[in-house]
T-cell receptor, first 112, second 118 residues
Framework: GEDVEQSLFLSVREGDSSVINCTYTDSSSTYLYWYKQEPGAGLQLLTYIFSNMDMKQDQRLTVLLNKKDKHLSLRIADTQTGDSAIYFCADPSGGGYNKLIFGAGTRLAVHP | NAGVTQTPKFQVLKTGQSMTLQCAQDMNHNSMYWYRQDPGMGLRLIYYSASEGTTDKGEVPNGYNVSRLNKREFSLRLESAAPSQTSVYFC?????????????????FGQGTRLTVV
């Protein structure tokens, strides 16, 4: 079945760049998504990328997509303590099945 | 704007008890979802409703039932709670689904219900 995999933890120093990686199995998706979950809250859409694009930049965020390897990454430049959260990549599954499959989430810890 | 509202926020149940988690959205969205979040496993889809009047199973439907009461409300029922159902439950909604032909779609999430079954 469809699967989305992420590493569980990432620790970075404030001001450094963070790179969160994700691999997925369903290559038919039109869009791939990144969601952010702050402590005690629900998920919020952070950004997304169209499957025909290799890269999308949005202020401090850069999304890279390698369709051949089914690899998605999220780069956060100049990481701040406010970026500490869990980041989920999400893949719509199975085309037409109307559901979003999430990875396990990567917990990003930003330290001084 | 309320967005997606879930009740209750916290609940403790004894094994075998039943309860219903309520969810309502005020964005006139067609699709609604129930997820559970467990440590190290991310969010797993329990049930979804593509539109008013329809419901379908997700990845982990066993032990749950749902009702799409109207366009706004989508409830999740645990008929006989088990310790394995201890989790954080999230309701979400989206204007459209996530099929291949649809444009980029945002799912809006509620604040979650933390359920403990003892």
């Amino acid at each position: 079945g469809e699967d989305v995999e992420q590493s569980l933890f990432l620790s970075v120093r404030e001001g450094d760049s963070s790179v969160i990686n994700c691999t997925y199995t369903d290559s038919s998706s039109t869009y791939l998504y990144w969601y952010k979950q702050e402590p005690g809250a629900g998920l919020q859409l952070l950004t997304y990328i169209f499957s025909n694009m290799d890269m999308k930049q949005d202020q401090r965020l850069t999304v890279l997509l390698n369709k051949k390897d089914k690899h998605l990454s999220l780069r956060i430049a100049d990481t701040q303590t406010g970026d500490s959260a869990i980041y989920f990549c999400a893949d719509p599954s199975g085309g037409g099945y109307n559901k979003l499959i999430f990875g396990a989430g990567t917990r990003l810890a930003v330290h001084p | 704007n309320a967005g997606v509202t879930q009740t209750p926020k916290f609940q403790v149940l004894k094994t075998g008890q039943s309860m219903t988690l309520q969810c309502a959205q005020d964005m006139n969205h067609n699709s609604m979802y129930w997820y559970r979040q467990d440590p190290g496993m991310g969010l797993r889809l329990i049930y979804y409703s593509a539109s008013e009047g329809t419901t379908d199973k997700g990845e982990v439907p066993n032990g749950y039932n749902v009702s799409r009461l109207n366009k706004r409300e989508f409830s999740l029922r645990l008929e006989s709670a088990a310790p394995s159902q201890t989790s954080v439950y999230f309701c979400a909604s989206s204007e459209a689904g996530f099929g291949r032909a649809t444009p980029a779609t945002e799912a809006f999430f509620g604040q979650g219900t933390r359920l403990t079954v003892v």
